[in-house]
T-cell receptor, first 114, second 114 residues
């Protein structure tokens, strides 16, 4: 399917477990992003990637790991989940330059850490 | 550091009346400004953006926004609100030289009453 997809859509896990959230886009956009959305905080950038094998930290990177071996995939891993990481996670992709720059968002993953 | 302020958590308007959702920003370089809308249990959808050019930007669904450099504002407007416009609206800013790091406001919930 065309567009940007996230899996799973819902996930319940326990404190200390490793969790990986998947993100896949079909547009070959160079930039990809991970955000978390919490009540009262809007969206906060966790990590972004400018291209395959190029990643950089955002505002709240602690406790998260990303990789980007292929342009279309940008998985987010919580190495040892904590309750404070309960949130809704959004992946986005974008091209930049020449007036583009719009971010296209996935449907989100609702993660609950017990 | 860049920042976005959406001073109103909630805006209520009657259907058919004009609406304004406020946004002010702070960024060190040239601002790239965006408005996104989020419907319940969905990802964010792009509405409009200002990168350069005319200060009045027109976007999707009849929305428009005016870039005001002296007041560092980018308020979202619509001449006649619809009940279906009820949603959560986010303003975002990034520095024109850093495509990776966008900052989102905390969001404004717009409720349009019949």
């Amino acid at each position: 399917d065309a567009g940007i997809t996230q899996s799973p859509r819902y996930k319940i896990t326990e404190t200390g477990r490793q969790v990986t959230l998947m993100c896949h886009q079909t547009w070959s956009h160079s930039y990809m992003f991970w955000y978390r959305q919490d009540l009262g905080h809007g969206l906060r950038l966790i990590y972004y990637s400018a291209a395959a094998d190029i990643t950089d930290k955002g505002e709240v990177p602690d406790g998260y790991v990303v990789s980007r071996s292929k342009t279309e995939n940008f998985p987010l891993t919580l190495e040892s989940a904590t309750r404070s990481q309960t949130s809704v996670y959004f992946c986005a992709s974008s091209e930049v330059g020449r007036g583009r720059d719009t971010q296209y968002f996935g449907p989100g993953t609702r993660l609950t850490v017990l | 550091a860049q920042s976005v302020a959406q001073p109103e958590d909630q805006v209520n308007v009657a259907e058919g009346n004009p609406l304004t959702v406020k946004c002010t920003y702070s960024v060190s370089g040239n601002p790239y400004l965006f408005w996104y809308v989020q419907y319940p249990n969905r990802g964010l959808q792009f509405l409009l953006k200002y990168i350069t050019g005319d200060n009045l930007v027109k976007g999707s669904y009849g929305f428009e926004a005016e870039f005001n450099k002296s007041q560092t504002s980018f308020h979202l407007k619509k001449p006649s609100a619809l009940v279906s416009d009820s949603a959560l609206y986010f303003c975002a800013v990034r520095d024109g030289t850093n495509a990776g790091k966008s900052t989102f406001g905390d969001g404004t919930t717009l409720t349009v009453k019949p």
